[in-house]
């Protein structure tokens, strides 16, 4: 005698938008694609183009090759700068080798850059709030001169830093940081230094920003919270970050296989959403595998629209 399948548990889904890919990203990706579909495979990639596992996986398969260091790469083929931004001698070393070299880093990035550089020219003491040796980070830290900025991590480091001339200090900051973390720092740092110039335009970036306010609207909602991204992903980490501080158990996966239902048990509602590297591909991959146990309801929690698009390299375009 057959027995009928007892009927899956309702379980909410809150979608959080804006979430996945940015401008910068979605540039980045598109300029190692249009440089295999004009130069032909390979073409080398110094460092990971997005810091997303399966982004990497898919352009290997198209005929891009990743690599640390520029010295890995034959003078011969195309090369991509990663959308991280790289230190000036990258380029140099480029040039010196006569290659052909597409510089992918994120326009936001580069703002920094310039910031940076315009504070140096003033005869400014520069503080770069970051995280020490994500790539972001050594690339703005490789704009000036060895010792020129002074990297700050945390509210502690702030309050013990010790520049030359207290009324003459700088500040910028990796575009992927915690909010409010930075907040707390930059909170410090004006504290002890008030007359310390500040950024025209905040550099944390508009969807770093974005994705984490929309994360503190689906956490206060939700019991679990899911954020699709790499390990490696600052982005993606800070989110997980901000939901948990929201009051969610909150979880980094890399895609649908990484989902523990264990982590489900007696939730009623889940959040879901994805760092600014991570596809759409992989939500919809964790949706299937939630459908698969679950009576599914979803809704998509809309908190900001975002339209910003960054133009490609002229020679790609």
Known sequence: MSHPCPQHPPLA??????RGFCAGVDRAIQIVERAISKYGAPVYVRHEIVHNRHVVERLK???AIFVEELEECPPDRPVVFSAH?????????????????LDATCPL?????????????????????????HPEVVGTLGQLPRGAVALIETVEDAQTFTPRDPANVAFITQTTLSVDDTADIVAALKARFPQIATPHKEDICYATTNRQEAVKVVAARSDVLLVLGSANSSNSVRLAEVAG?????????????????AWLAGAKTVGLTAGASAPEMLVQGVIDRLAQSFQLSIEEI????????FKLPRVLA
């Open 13 to 18: 889904v809150l979608l959080a938008s804006p």
């Open 109 to 133: 990035v580069s703002k920094v850059h310039v910031e940076a550089g315009r504070h140096f020219d003033a005869g400014r003491e520069i503080v770069l709030i970051g995280h020490a040796g």
């Open 302 to 309: 809309d908190v900001k629209r975002e339209t910003v698009i």
């Open 85 to 101: 931004g790289v230190p000036k001698t990258v380029p140099a070393e480029a040039r010196a080798r006569r290659m052909l070299y």
């Open 61 to 63: 398969t198209l005929g």
């Open 245 to 261: 501080k929201a009051g969610a158990r909150a979880y980094l996966i890399d895609d649908a296989s990484g989902l523990d239902l």
